[in-house]
């Protein structure tokens, strides 16, 4: 278990105008599991790499447990990487593929041979030993890799978009396997990811990245109830962004008047902002009651979706989205007149231009 | 399937199977006969092994032959390893960025079209003792005279054809490392690092494994050719010992027409001891990787 602590920092690569990574600042505590999650080049992988020692940061300090790495070289930094595409040695059987960090540290043959076995039981494949990595099917490889990062007992685990090469049924297998080997051996671990549904269901915070800049990091949820910025909203699938005026726990909108919890306002200055609310906290149908937050719309088109009916509704010039699971009763259809309830409790603010 | 759908990749590759198996089969059997003694031309039909007798075991040209063999392994052998070194270091470099670098590689690469003779005839100007080098040694005073610079063309041990040898195929082979490297890209290495491995170790269980496949083929090529290439020990070797395709050569152009045959002779122990030699280096060499 480590406490990985980064201190402003930066990577500018020689020639470029502008640097890959800013000022990034992170406490990750002991034992979690973290992900950095931004759309390509946002300078999550240059950041992991800053962390595995691969790439030496222009500006910052590294530190684990409180001593700083930054001097301290990858091969003796103890933060190991998984590469996206696994990347096992082909011309080395399973067990030697596992083995090769010990290996490397010079530990004796029957030490890594006893080793390799617990690894690969670890990872669920205790009878691969001695095949070679083109007999593996992708999953297999990704567990090997695996396995061959923990045989050393890394300070810091690192992934590099572990299940982007897997399909959907072995992403799941392996999401789940990754957590609970990671909660059994309790290592720091970050992971890089593009996907925002990935970064939900493994980490426990989310290093939200645009640009080489960290815009939030936060809990899952927190993203989704709570987000920084209009940018970071849109990431996590929020939609609906209107242009509010707000006073005390009263805001006016294009679309109506409401109230709001005080506490949901924290984010963004007293006065121009923007009112944001998730589609499936929106409440619609025919028979939401008239009352305080709720105004009346049209709706412009429904699409089902399975499990839900998605809608957009028109109220006045401005046109909003909702969700409304298929179980409900009440039929929906386009051209209705409808009520729409926005729950006071679920309205938030983020500031204007915030993307 | 049809009959085209069948045989579609056969047909399309029989003319350069035909030129492959004409020319080169032909030429072998014909040398194969001939190296049996058989000369129409000058009434020789009887076949008989006394080429091979008289070359390998007891004729005036036995010592020949094998002080001859052991001066071409010796230097097939070390121009191969020499160029493959050199390949390996150079390429190691090259992949980095650096100032320059635009320049060095081509610099590097320069003399991949320039023929093995003028290759042969540099190393004779450079490095004899008549050479620019020794001239210049002794007109700054680091050699008191030309003479005084070590024989290293002409020589007995062959080190002016290995370094001509080892001028031209270095590059040669750098090129196809390089070509692996580049493509391999570094994150084998990054891996291998994160794990643990320091500079010596990545070169040793990571760098050389997966350059080797492209290495061996190189370096077979590079073997072959040099076991067999005429006009640089030609120009570079002495009289005794001479490489065995100079000998060949010797035999084939004697006025004496039934030399051919001892020439022939010659010539089919190269093809053999080069493919069995081929043959072993590729099985000792895949042996130690996977032993590894």
Known sequence: MTHVYLDKLTKVYPGANEAAVSDFSLDIPDGELVAFLGPSGCGKTTTLKMIAGLIRPTRGRITFDGEDVIAIPAEKRGAVMVFQNYLLFPYMSVGDNVGFGLKMRGVDKRTIRQKVQEMLELVKLPDISDRRPNQLSGGQQQRVALARALITEPRVLLLDEPLSNLDAHLRDEMRELIVSIQRQLKVTTVFVTHDQEEAVLLADKIALMFEGVLQQFASPDEFYQRPISERAARFFGGVNFIDANRNGNKVETSVGNFVFNAKNSDNAPEGDSVLTIRPEQIAIGHDVPNGENVVTGRVRSRIYVGTYTRYKIAIDDCEIEAIRSADLPGEINEGDEINVHFPSDRIWFVPRNSN | ?292
Do not use: C
Request: charged content about 15%.
């Open chain 2, 1 to 292: 399937m049809t009959f085209w759908e069948r045989w579609r990749i056969p047909i399309m590759l029989a003319p350069t199977m035909a030129i492959v198996i004409i020319l080169f089969g032909g030429a072998l059997y014909y040398g194969f006969l001939q190296s049996l003694g058989w000369q129409p031309r000058i009434g020789n039909t009887e076949l008989s092994l006394d080429a091979y007798n008289n070359i390998l075991f007891a004729g005036p040209q036995t010592e020949q032959f094998w002080r001859g063999l052991v001066l071409t392994l010796w230097v097939s052998f070390a121009s191969t390893f020499l160029s493959a070194v050199l390949a390996i270091g150079s390429a190691l470099l090259l992949r980095q960025t650096f100032v320059g670098k635009r320049v060095a590689t081509f610099l590097f690469q320069f003399n991949l079209p320039i023929p093995h003779v003028v290759a042969a005839i540099g190393i004779l100007f450079l490095f004899s003792q008549s050479g620019l080098i020794s001239r210049g040694l002794a007109q700054i005073g680091v050699i008191g005279a030309p003479n005084q610079f070590p024989i290293v063309v002409r020589d007995s041990l062959g080190i002016g054809i290995i370094l001509s040898f080892v001028w031209k195929e270095a590059p040669f082979l750098g090129v196809i490392v390089l070509a692996v490297l580049q493509s391999l890209g570094e994150d084998y290495e990054d891996l291998a690092r994160s794990l643990g491995a320091n500079r010596w170790q990545r070169f040793r269980y990571v760098i050389l494994p997966l350059i080797l496949p492209g290495l061996l083929s190189g370096s077979v090529i590079v073997f072959a050719f040099t076991f067999g290439s005429f006009e640089v020990p030609a120009i570079l070797g002495v009289r005794f010992p001479r490489m065995l395709s100079v000998t060949t050569d010797r035999f084939f152009r004697d006025p004496d027409l039934n030399s051919r045959t001892e020439g022939m002779a010659i010539s089919m122990i190269i093809a053999v001891i080069v493919l069995v030699l081929v043959f072993v280096y590729q099985w000792l060499s895949r042996r130690a990787i996977r032993q590894e």
